[in-house]
């Protein structure tokens, strides 16, 4: 019977901390028990990207919330007479809802980059 010499680290570290004779089925089981344990690191990997995934879609989910929270502050604003109304921001908002157009928030007035500040400062309050 043919016997193997095989090393087996242990702890995850980068050295060999034990180095030992095996036979072919102890061999066989410690191969299985190897594939086992990279199966189960790659299933956890995967795991992992889901669920950073998930998190990054309700981070950007509740960014989105938050400018249209701000945007209803501004109109309302607006609406009682308390600040100007810019019609290339409302331009903006309006592509942005109906024709799918990206939000350029550098070109927004002022008063609703203000606004916006505060809506996310006490989000994250919370």
Known sequence: MDKKLIAISTN???????VKSVNEQEYKKLINDQEKHLAKGEKLALEH?????SVEKRLNHYASLQC???????????DRGLIENDESFQQMWYDFYFNDKELSFESAPSE?????????ALWKRH
């Not at 995850?12 to 034990?18: A, F, H, K, Q, R």
């Not at 249209?68 to 607006?78: M, P």
């Open 112 to 120: 609703y980059q203000m606004i916006l500040a505060k809506v996310v």
């Open 68 to 78: 249209v929270l701000a945007k209803t502050i501004y109109d309302n604003f607006v």
């Open 12 to 18: 995850g570290s980068n050295g060999v901390s034990l």
């Open 49 to 53: 990207k889901e669920l950073h995934e």
